[in-house]
């Protein structure tokens, strides 16, 4: 497992978990890895609305802001597990 931070805002309720949601996925400066994130979201590309890659190097990251919609809290929650499993990702928000 590997040493990462996770946001996940307030708690959801049901009726919330139906909503849009955006994930953000940071990595270090040229760490992110593109084919990673597509195997997490295939089995939820049906939810995909976007994704936005950024490199931030300023910052000192990379980042992937995800939008995600119809997307039940379980299935959220599977997928931050996905990201924080990787020993890339340096944090994982999701709002």
């Known amino acids: 497992m590997s040493n990462t931070h996770v946001e996940t805002g307030l708690p959801m309720t049901p009726l919330q978990s139906a909503d849009h949601h955006r994930l953000i996925v940071r990595a270090g ?31 000192g990251f990379d980042q992937a802001t995800i939008a995600l919609r119809h997307t039940p809290r379980e299935s959220l929650d599977h997928i931050v597990t996905r990201f924080n499993d990787m020993s890339w990702v340096t944090s994982t928000t999701l709002c």
Do not use: H
Request: zero cysteines; glycine letters at 4%.
């Open 29 to 59: 400066t040229q760490r992110i890895r593109i084919a990673a994130i597509w195997q997490v979201l295939l089995p939820f590309s049906g939810n995909v609305e976007k994704v936005d890659i950024k490199t931030l190097p300023a910052d």
